[in-house]
């Protein structure tokens, strides 16, 4: 049984970074000031997950007993948030979130262009029905952008960026 549980893991690694390598081009990327290379993000995660978390009566960083944390804990459920380029990850976190506490994992995937990049919300359903959490995706709209494109979270990187 040991050895079909690896064999699943390592076809799904596998399988994980041709994804990867194939939709590589649907991001932007950008030099942090260490220069390691990312993915760009206009907005925090924490934005997205601090307008979320309050609009459903959530403890956010909510700390488990491992020292993990909750991005945010609803009456219902254990909450991950994560980026569509960390779609495999937010598995994960979800189902540890969701034995911690007791309550039902939930990913909320962003998705910054739901376009292109619903095919990742697509697979994160695919996995939420077979291991029985939820998902959702949201969007920059959640954050209720100004003229400028800026969130109303004043810590945000949004607001280091000028318009174009």
């Not at 994960?92 to 506490?101: D, P, S, V």
């Not at 939820?134 to 000028?162: A, F, M, R, W």
Request: glycine share 4%; aromatic share 14%; net charge positive.
């Amino acid at each position: 049984m040991h050895n079909i549980q690896m064999q699943i893991i390592i076809i799904f690694f596998l399988y994980f970074i041709s994804i990867c390598k194939s939709f590589a081009s649907l991001y932007e990327y950008e030099i942090c000031n260490l220069g390691w290379k990312h993915v760009h993000h206009r907005h925090n995660e924490i934005s997205y997950q601090r307008t979320w978390c309050i609009a459903h009566n959530g403890i956010m960083e909510y700390e488990n007993k491992d020292y993990t944390r909750v991005d945010c804990l609803t009456d219902n459920n254990a909450v991950e948030f994560d980026f569509a380029n960390k779609w495999a990850e937010s598995i994960g976190q979800a189902l540890h979130y969701q034995r911690m506490t007791g309550k039902k994992g939930k990913v909320v995937l962003v998705l910054e262009n739901p376009t292109k990049e619903m095919v990742y919300f697509n697979r994160v359903k695919k996995i939420a029905d077979i291991y029985h959490f939820d998902v959702e995706y949201i969007t920059p709209k959640i954050l209720n952008l100004n003229t400028n494109g800026e969130c109303s979270h004043q810590t945000c990187k949004c607001h280091k960026y000028k318009k174009k």
